[in-house]
Structure formats: structure tokens, C-alpha cells
């Protein structure tokens, strides 16, 4: 059963989330084979607060 995480920073729209979610299953069937029900997919919004880049949070480096 495949599982496929993806983390972004916060911002798309839930229709452009539920876009992805089709998008990825789709690549997963096809190039795995499996069936719909067979895949699963898990998005995760993290906060600019809380991804850094260089040791710097994005919220940080977006003010400056």
C-alpha cells in the first residue's frame, strides 16, 4: 500500500490541496499499478514559523 507525505509551506487553497491529492494518486497508479483504494496520500501545512532554511524560519526571512 503505498503512502506518499508531502510537506509544504502554508498557502494553497483546500481545491488546490484536493488538486494534488488526485495528481499523486494518479502518478502512484500508473507507475505503481496498484489500485485507488490502494494509495494513500498525507499533506501537512507547516507554518513559515516553523520551516527553516539555514537555520532561519521563513517567517523570519520573509520580514527582513
Request: glycine fraction near 6%.
Amino acid at each position: 500500500m503505498p503512502l506518499v507525505q508531502i510537506s509544504f509551506i502554508e498557502g494553497p487553497t483546500a481545491e488546490q490541496q484536493r488538486e494534488l491529492i488526485t495528481d499523486v494518486t494518479k502518478a502512484v497508479i500508473d507507475d505503481f499499478g496498484v489500485p485507488a483504494e490502494a494509495v494513500q496520500v498525507v499533506l501537512t501545512s507547516v507554518p513559515t514559523s516553523s520551516w527553516a532554511v539555514g537555520g532561519t524560519p521563513l517567517s523570519e526571512l520573509h520580514a527582513s
